[in-house]
């Protein structure tokens, strides 16, 4: 590059000035796919309460990278592997039954300690030297080649595709299981598929912001846009809108800093998490203040709130 | 093996860090926190790496991090412990905020792990991995007495608070009825799960405290019915991953004693599965 790329205060300037540079395109490109399909599952995964999974899936991907590093091979085809196989397992041990929550989660957490530890093998194994670990943790958004660019948006293609097919009854199970069932929706299997998708999409974005900074996309956009609005196609392009917001934002900062672009990325997203999270309960206090309280009602099964 | 130095540390410091984590851990599970202990692990690592860039001893970093998150997560969870049975459904609705807040903070860590290594000039990397991963046989006999004492002191915390805290998470409503502080118990025992994950972090690191504190835990609920039986077994069972993976840390070669201790215990929980 030359010089250190300097933030001037015209802002066109700055923009042109980033896209001459075919890794930053790339980069912007590869985030703009990954933050629609991280948006669009993550907010079915904060529908259904399986963060911890995601968060488990996210970890996958590490093992995942150490052992295709090991074998010689791609990153990427670890992380879809290892992503996918890990939302398989969980799927299979986590899904219905009748053990309580802290035992299904505690089930999670073991696929999730035996991925950490099998990764740690790996890179020992590697020989210790592992000189990309902080990217692997914390993501890079340099030299991302136009093919990966191109398997990313294939694999999201695919992965929305099926969603767009299964988002009907997918939406139904997540919101009323047992009714779901009842009516004949295949509530189990449609939960590991989601799992899969899930998957799917945790291992394309960890290649942008890194195995442990995946929730930036897939969790706060999605948790943001939820406590915006109760309107599910609202809130999904919310979810969507901030994604994008926030990896644009994200890798033009960092650009311009010494600091990785995971960091800015997961600022972003927390500070437009925090300022719903603020702005939705100084609306209830408001409207608690204006009216006086109402009378307790029994709440209504199965409503959404 | 015995003969070792760094091997008797590992086992001192090892044995009452694993007794911690396997007691703490079966009220985790059975308050079904496993994500709190997870998200209490994973800021450990910022925590370190804060301290490191800051210049002070890491442990101040480790424990002040997660104490403070754990007090976070107790303080803003009102109800971060479900009582209910079968599907995801009944999974605490804060797991979401849990998320957002441990990623920010992980964020943060990478922020810290630049500002460290731009000052001090490389090394990040092992420093790193030694916080994420743990290094149990590079422990110091000073540290491994002081990690000994400080589990200890959390044990003891655990089974002392053990008998209303057991109430307060069985049956939350009517424990508050009776007068027992439940907010209270449940923000000191996210506290001291934070004591206990700074704890662990230094014998198995910051990504792989979770298989010491859900697995034998997980498979002491599956053993046992009584819960105090479930209490001691699922220290047990920790205990005995600790010692199995040390001694295989030690006698194989190339396999790290992190690994082998984690891949013990998630190995006990599944076979507990089998069984029961």
């Known amino acids: 590059m030359g010089t250190e790329p300097q933030l001037s205060w015209n802002l066109a300037h700055d923009l042109s000035e980033i896209l001459e540079y075919h890794f930053m395109v790339n980069a912007l490109l590869a985030g703009s796919v990954v933050a629609v399909m991280a948006g669009l599952l993550g907010w079915l995964m904060v529908l259904r309460k399986e963060t911890f999974a995601g968060h488990t899936l996210s970890m996958m991907a590490f093992p995942g990278a150490a052992g295709a590093a090991l074998i010689g091979v791609p990153a990427m085809w670890g992380y879809f592997v290892f992503c996918v196989a890990g939302g398989l397992a969980i799927g299979r041990s986590s899904v219905g039954g009748k053990r309580t929550w802290g035992e299904q989660s505690a089930s999670i957490g073991a696929v999730q300690a035996l991925a950490l530890g099998l990764g740690f093998l790996f890179v020992s194994l590697y020989g210790g030297v592992l000189g990309d670990l902080d990217n692997l943790l914390f993501g890079t958004f340099l030299g991302i080649s136009d093919g990966q660019v191109l398997v990313l948006l294939a694999v999201a293609v695919v992965a929305v595709a099926v969603l767009a097919v299964l988002g009907r009854p997918l939406l139904f199970a997540s919101v009323d299981a047992d009714v779901a069932s009842a009516r004949g929706v295949p509530v189990r299997t449609l939960g590991i598929v989601f799992l899969v998708l899930l998957g799917l999409a945790v291992a394309e974005t960890s290649q942008v912001t890194g195995v442990l900074l995946v929730f930036a996309l897939l969790v706060m956009p999605a948790a943001s846009a939820q406590a915006v609005t109760a309107r599910p196609g609202l809130s999904l392009a919310l979810t969507v809108a901030i994604g994008l917001v926030v990896v644009w934002l994200g890798l033009g900062i960092a650009y311009f800093s010494v600091y990785p672009a995971g960091f800015f990325v997961t600022s972003i997203s927390f500070a437009i998490y925090v300022g719903v999270q603020v702005g939705a309960w100084a609306r209830g206090a408001a409207q608690r203040g204006l009216r006086p309280p109402e009378p307790e009602l029994a709440p209504a099964e199965g409503v959404i709130v | ?276």
């Open chain 2, 1 to 276: 093996m015995f003969s070792q130095e760094f091997m008797r540390n590992a086992l001192l410091a090892g044995t009452f860090i694993a007794l911690a984590c396997g007691v703490s851990g079966w009220f985790v599970v059975l308050r079904g926190q496993v994500f709190a202990g997870d998200a209490l692990s994973h800021v450990a690592f910022p925590g370190a790496l804060a301290a490191a860039a800051a210049g002070v001893d890491e442990r101040i970093g480790l424990f002040g991090a997660t104490i403070a998150v754990g007090a976070g997560i107790g303080l803003l969870g009102r109800r971060s412990f479900a009582g209910g049975r079968g599907t995801a459904a009944a999974a605490p609705a804060d797991d979401t905020a849990i998320g957002a807040v441990f990623t920010f903070v992980l964020g943060l860590g990478v922020f810290f792990l630049t500002l460290f290594s731009t000052s001090s000039g490389g090394g990040s990397g092992i420093e790193a991995a030694h916080t994420l991963f743990g290094s149990i046989f590079g422990l110091g006999a000073g540290e491994a007495r002081l990690a000994a004492v400080i589990a200890l002191v959390a044990v003891g915390l655990t089974l002392a608070i053990a008998r209303p805290l057991l109430f307060v998470s069985v049956s939350p409503d009517v424990a508050g009825a009776r007068g027992v502080p439940t907010r209270l118990l449940g923000v000191g025992f996210v506290m001291l799960l934070g004591i206990v994950a700074a704890e662990a972090t230094q014998a198995v690191g910051a990504l792989l405290l979770l298989g010491l504190l859900a697995a034998p835990a997980a498979a002491a609920h599956r053993l046992a019915g009584n819960p105090y039986a479930g209490i001691a077994l699922g220290g047990l069972l920790a205990v005995a991953a600790m010692w199995g993976g040390l001694a295989l840390g030690y006698a194989v070669p190339g396999l790290p004693p992190s690994t082998a201790i984690v891949t013990l215990a998630v190995g006990i929980y599944y076979i507990s599965t089998l069984v029961a």
